[in-house]
């Protein structure tokens, strides 16, 4: 959970998620966003970590797949305090068979003022307001 004394340079610890039609999306977003991504520590569910290990070549730690149990994975850490940011980039158009997984994810987030980013233009966001002044921009 982040405080008022928590937004300084540091290693921020970023949870990524993405529902099949939005793996792609996510990838070249983080191969974008790089060289930010490489200093910070990443958790992402089974599939996600495996194609972003493939596609951007970062070090990421997993748990489960979401509908085995990762939604909730990760949420556990999140109420740990463990995480600091989580990207989920959802399928609004897919109905999902883990959706009160997805929605119990979402709400440890609110409850733990876990900043959370849904769609790619709040993941841009979230991921400015992480880098540190001064550092240098995404590749386009």
């Known amino acids: ?21 939005k793996k792609a999306a996510l990838s070249a977003f983080v191969l974008r966003h790089r060289n930010h991504f490489n200093n910070w520590d990443l ?20 748990v489960l797949p979401g509908p085995r149990g990762g939604d909730v994975q990760i949420g556990a850490e999140i ?24 929605a119990a994810l979402l709400r440890v987030a609110d409850i733990h003022n876990v900043a959370v980013a849904t769609n790619l233009s709040s ?4 991921v400015r307001a ?5 550092a240098p921009a995404a590749r386009r």
């Open 79 to 102: 109420a740990a305090g463990e995480i600091d940011a989580l990207i989920f980039l959802r399928d609004p158009l897919t109905a999902q068979p883990h959706e009160p997984d997805i």
């Open 43 to 62: 958790l992402a569910t089974a599939a996600t970590a495996e194609g972003l290990r493939e596609a951007v070549g970062l070090k990421v730690r997993t």
């Open 130 to 134: 992480l880098v540190p002044e001064g």
């Open 123 to 126: 993941a841009e966001c979230l």
């Open 1 to 21: 959970m982040l405080n008022q004394e928590d937004w300084r340079p540091r290693r921020w610890r970023v949870a990524l998620v993405a529902h099949d039609a």
